[in-house]
């Protein structure tokens, strides 16, 4: 997941508003019920210590969305009277809630806004294609290549006539394919795309994607539509998910394989909330690991006001020289030692085999920049 966005989060101090609303229900009464949440998450901040201008910030922030066409929720992060940074979410969280805290509670977000793919579908003919670009908050217009328009059709004659026309046939359609190719290679370096979904003829997917660049090869899927068909929501979040668990799975086997200790004793991952500790403060950590149902998830470590400056104990900062600590949560505090040293974060919530064991211990690992 890329996680440039949360930078904001973490370039001022606590501490921080973090409300979560769920804008997947769509009442008559809408104005009314954003009202209600607004003044509900306004209390609950309040209640845990929040200042006035803050709470009143986020009120302001809930009762704007009463129009907001968006099909899941909105996140909020808010300090100092002001909304920092209110991300859409590309899943509705389970119900609204609201946390007032040293660092923003931002770890929700890797299920709640990460692995949302991005899918470009091309619809391919004979004549060329069109591209549509695809995600949880995403369904638009990505642009269309036109190749060659005649001759696209073949004939049954063996006359030596007909023959040369079908070889021109051949060139085109050749051509055509290559055309798509290119452009959906460009579309997808734009756009940043996760997947490229070929809908057409068996034979025109296959033509496209065999002339796209190796690099992309992985990131095609078939649909099983003929050309003409569109695809619908439900056949695109397939094809999404998918993506993403099978990511997430293949991510768990290079953990497992990473956190074996070589022949000299020496692994490339670790786990347990005092290794991590140690490697976020040495700026070790590759990538972050997380299974947000884990044990160790939920446990309070120490943090100064900068992203190195975290310990399992207290006086372990002061050793450090940092004066100024609080607690927070171990899993908010890697996810912004992460962020500051440009590290990948993955949730491994998508992966069927994550479920099955408790991989990585206590739901956090990390695997290392070295050793």
């Known amino acids: 997941m890329d996680l440039a966005f949360l930078h904001p989060l973490y370039e001022h101090p606590g501490p921080w508003a973090s409300v979560y609303v769920d804008l997947s229900r769509h009442p008559q009464d809408a104005t009314r019920q954003r009202r209600l949440t607004a003044e ?200 999404r998910a998918t993506h993403v668990r099978r990511r997430a799975e293949a991510e768990l086997e290079r953990f497992l394989a990473a956190r074996a200790p070589d022949d000299e004793g020496r692994a490339e991952a670790v786990e347990g909330v005092p290794a991590l500790v140690e490697a976020a403060r040495e700026h070790r950590i590759d990538e972050l690991v997380v299974r947000p149902d884990g044990g160790d998830t939920h446990r309070e470590v120490w943090v100064g006001e900068d992203a190195d400056q975290l310990a399992v104990r207290r006086t372990e900062l002061k050793i450090l020289g940092e004066q100024n600590s609080w607690s927070a949560r171990v899993d908010d505090a890697l996810l912004r030692s992460a962020v500051a040293t440009d590290a990948a974060v993955i949730s491994l919530a998508p992966a069927e085999a994550a479920g099955e064991q408790d991989v990585p211990v206590g739901g956090l690992g990390a695997l290392l920049r070295w050793t």
Request: charged fraction near 30%; proline fraction near 5%; charge should be negative.
């Open 40 to 239: 509900a998450m306004s209390r609950e901040l309040a209640g845990q210590g929040a200042d006035e201008a803050t709470c009143r910030a986020v009120r302001n922030a809930i009762e704007e969305l009463k129009d907001s066409p968006e099909p899941h929720g909105r996140a909020l992060f808010a300090r100092a009277g002001a909304v920092v940074l209110d991300p859409p979410l590309a899943r509705a969280p389970r119900q609204d809630r609201a946390l007032w805290a040293p660092l923003p509670r931002a770890t929700p977000l890797l299920d709640l806004t990460g692995e949302d793919a991005v899918a470009v579908v091309a619809y391919i003919d004979r004549r060329g294609a069109d591209f549509e670009l695809r995600s949880a908050l995403t369904r638009e217009t990505a642009g269309s290549v036109t190749g060659r328009q005649w001759p696209v059709h073949r004939t049954s004659s063996a006359d030596w006539s007909e023959r040369h026309f079908q070889l021109r046939v051949e060139n085109t359609w050749e051509h055509n394919a290559a055309e798509i190719a290119d452009a959906l290679a460009v579309c997808q370096e734009e756009t940043r795309a996760d997947l490229l979904i070929l809908v057409g003829d068996d034979r025109e997917r296959r033509s496209v994607h065999e002339r796209l660049p190796k690099r992309l090869h992985e990131r095609v899927v078939d649909a099983r539509h003929g050309a003409g068909s569109r695809l619908l929501d439900g056949d695109v979040e397939e094809a």
